[in-house]
């Protein structure tokens, strides 16, 4: 279940284009295992606060609950380091509100990632990130492993890793343990 084609050419990979908005009502023909889910907007692009909240939590949660629906086994999903439902910070309280309402469904294995500054190329210019990248590049071998910054091929490669060996329950990654697997 994608928002754009990816173009993917695997034919062990099938791609879903859906209306995030309709996704209750999307069904699949094919069995389903995994569920990878690295949905999520900056506040600047979704507008206000309930349009961010709708991306972040409303569609994140959605999608895993269909996913269940559906036969999936393992949901795995991006999230962000400091995630807390009752942060004092908006962004990572709508993350921790997402973990908590996905891990309650009982999904036999669900997966969280929680990276810090995520790296790698966007279609969209992030100003405060392109600045706070090269300063963690910079300063990488003096930044603790649980601060540092993670290329997002490496957080894809700890979801992969997760989806062939986690066992049942929750797992949640923190930055230093996506970057310590191989």
Known sequence: MVRHLTGNTNEKIIEHLIDFDQLQDFSLEERIDDVYCALGTTMKKAGNKDAFRKVDL????????????????????????????????????????MEKAVSKLGIETTVIVRPSLLLGERNEKRFAEEVSAVFMRILRPFIPKKYRAVAAEKVAGSMYHMALTATPGLHILESKEIEDIE
């Open 58 to 97: 409303e569609y994140v949660v959605t999608l895993a609950r269909r996913a269940k629906e559906l036969g999936a086994h393992r949901f795995l999903v991006v999230s962000a380091m400091g995630a807390e439902p009752k942060s004092m910070f908006y962004y990572n309280r709508i993350k921790g509100k």
